[in-house]
């Protein structure tokens, strides 16, 4: 199994609402990414989980909360976010987060807030 | 920290014409280079890496070089074909100054590939 899976494709969401978005990978993977992109731009990274926990946090607003409940899930809670986090949000995972290691991407979560 | 420039945006190609999309880096201390193909609706897949001891490596229709006194990497797409039609990414990793966890991606390159 080479799959990044993520749910749901789709979200709407209120500014004033709760959601979270979740990630899975079976691929034996210490290493896992929450990236942010939007329309015609490269992914920009968000937080990087190292063997379950959080490693690096790229300044992400604290509206965005990342979980890592075991080495395959990877969740991301979304509270009172912005219009302007409408974006594409995707996981993506790799045997470890230093060296040469491939990252696989998730389909990503279209998310749209209201 | 890294900063990775990509040329061209977008490329248009007639079917069976070859592609070619360069990309500079500013780190000389990267070590590391994949590129990305993204297509509507998907995630980012990998479609070929390159590591700083090798330079030029082939998989099929797909070519990368690398140039590192230079700092720049190539995608080369020979015989292309219609569901080459995506976006493309590189990216640099394993740069200096704390940021050797992180890929910096190009901004990207809109491939049509006009039957």
């Known amino acids: 199994d080479t799959e990044v899976t993520q749910t749901p494709k789709h979200l709407v969401m209120g500014m004033t609402n709760k959601k979270s978005l979740k990630c899975e990978q079976h691929?034996?993977?210490?290493?896992m990414y929450w990236y942010k992109q939007k329309a015609k731009k490269p992914p920009e990274l968000m937080f990087v989980y190292s063997y379950e926990k959080l490693s690096i946090n790229e300044s992400v607003p604290s509206r965005f909360s990342p979980e890592c409940p075991n080495s395959s899930l990877l969740n991301l809670h979304l509270h009172a976010l912005q219009p302007e986090d409408s974006a594409l949000y995707l996981c993506?995972?790799?045997?470890?987060?230093?060296?040469?290691?491939?990252?696989?991407f998730g389909p990503g979560t279209r998310l749209t807030v209201l | 920290g890294e900063n990775v420039e990509q040329h061209p945006s977008t490329l248009s190609v007639q079917e069976g014409d070859s592609a070619v999309i360069k990309c500079t880096y500013s780190d000389s201390a990267s070590n590391y280079f994949p590129w990305y193909k993204q297509e509507l609706g998907k995630g980012p897949q990998l479609i070929i890496d390159?590591?700083?001891?090798?330079g030029e490596k082939k998989d099929q229709r797909i070519a990368v070089t690398l140039n590192k006194t230079a700092k720049h990497f190539s995608l080369h797409i020979t015989e292309t074909q219609p569901e080459d039609s995506a976006v493309y990414f590189c990216?640099?990793?394993?740069?200096?100054?704390?940021?050797?966890?992180?890929?910096?991606f190009g901004k990207g390159t809109l491939l049509t590939v006009n039957p």
């Open positions: 691929m034996g993977h210490r290493a």
């Open positions: 993506a995972s790799s045997l470890s987060s230093s060296g040469h290691n491939e990252q696989f």
């Open positions: 990216a640099a990793k394993g740069g200096s100054g704390g940021s050797n966890y992180k890929l910096t």
């Open positions: 390159i590591r700083s001891n090798v």
